[in-house]
């Protein structure tokens, strides 16, 4: 099963091309910003890597959130051309599912991850997950959520566990943070897509006639289009 893969929901852009999980090719650029002109190139430049086109493709899995607004609309609406274009099936995938993917089984020592984003305005996007031993599944624990900050620990109610994001960090500055208890990975800020092709090898193909993944919005936008409609959101 071959699979293009790419992320612009936070401050990178990354795309990966593999065969099931046979990376074929593989790029992970950190940006905040510019990710419409870049993602459409650096698609072509993988592909061109890879030596595949379009219609070998089995496979587009892209992340849908949550994330930024801008971020989120960029990924969506390629993949959805690219599907359309290709006839090719589309499978969504959450950005805090993908950041727990990243870590080894090893590194959990057995315990949760809590895959945690910066959400601004003292807030974090944040899900519980449980890392099991065969491949690369991935159980949730809790439901992906918006909360301040200083509420994170209490509300999960996780005794211990590995962190995770670019709001580890945040959640260690807290009063009540114990470091013997959650164990910060501090080298995964943004999701990348060599992870989401694992993720997806595993869910494998949607069924005949699932809808099209939707954005994952865990709160409003920061700024809204004309009407208020968000065109991803059908």
């Given at each position: 099963?071959?699979?293009?893969?790419?992320?612009?929901?936070?401050?990178?852009?990354?795309?990966?091309?593999?065969?099931?999980?046979?990376?074929?090719?593989?790029?992970?650029?950190?940006?905040?910003?510019?990710?419409?002109?870049?993602?459409l190139?650096?698609?072509?430049?993988?592909?061109?890597?890879?030596?595949?086109?379009?219609?070998?493709?089995?496979?587009?899995?892209?992340?849908?959130?949550p994330?930024?607004?801008?971020?989120?609309?960029?990924?969506?609406?390629?993949?959805?051309?690219?599907?359309?274009?290709?006839?090719?099936?589309?499978?969504?995938?959450?950005?805090?599912?993908?950041?727990?993917?990243?870590?080894?089984?090893a590194?959990?020592e057995?315990?949760?991850?809590?895959?945690?984003?910066d959400?601004?305005?003292?807030e974090?996007?944040?899900?519980?997950?449980k890392?099991?031993d065969?491949?690369?599944?991935?159980?949730?624990?809790?439901t992906?959520?918006?909360?301040?900050?200083?509420?994170?620990?209490?509300?999960?109610?996780?005794?211990?566990?590995?962190v995770?994001?670019?709001?580890?960090?945040?959640?260690?500055?807290?009063?009540?943070?114990?470091?013997?208890?959650?164990?910060?990975?501090?080298?995964?800020?943004?999701?990348d897509?060599?992870?989401?092709?694992h993720?997806?090898a595993v869910r494998?193909?949607?069924?005949?006639?699932?809808?099209?993944?939707?954005?994952?919005?865990?709160?409003?936008?920061?700024?809204?289009?004309?009407?208020?409609?968000?065109?991803?959101a059908?």
């Open positions: 099963m071959k699979i293009l893969a790419f992320d612009t929901a936070l401050n990178a852009c990354s795309v990966t091309i593999a065969d099931r999980t046979n990376i074929l090719a593989h790029v992970h650029e950190k940006r905040r910003r510019g990710h419409a002109e870049t993602l190139p650096m698609i072509e430049a993988e592909m061109k890597k890879a030596g595949l086109a379009y219609k070998d493709l089995d496979l587009i899995a892209v992340t849908v959130g994330g930024t607004f801008t971020g989120l609309r960029i990924g969506l609406a390629a993949a959805r051309g690219i599907a359309i274009a290709a006839r090719k099936p589309i499978i969504g995938l959450t950005t805090l599912e993908t950041l727990t993917a990243a870590v080894p089984v590194l959990t057995g315990r949760p991850v809590i895959a945690a984003v959400a601004r305005r003292g974090v996007y944040v899900q519980a997950f890392r099991l065969q491949g690369e599944i991935i159980l949730p624990l809790t992906p959520t918006a909360i301040r900050t200083e509420l994170v620990l209490v509300s999960l109610d996780i005794e211990t566990a590995v995770v994001g670019s709001g580890a960090r945040l959640l260690e500055s807290m009063p009540d943070f114990d470091a013997e208890k959650y164990k910060i990975l501090d080298f995964l800020d943004d999701p897509a060599v992870n989401l092709v993720l997806a494998g193909l949607p069924a005949a006639g699932a809808p099209s993944p939707a954005p994952l919005y865990l709160r409003a936008p920061d700024a809204k289009l004309p009407g208020g409609k968000d065109p991803l059908g």
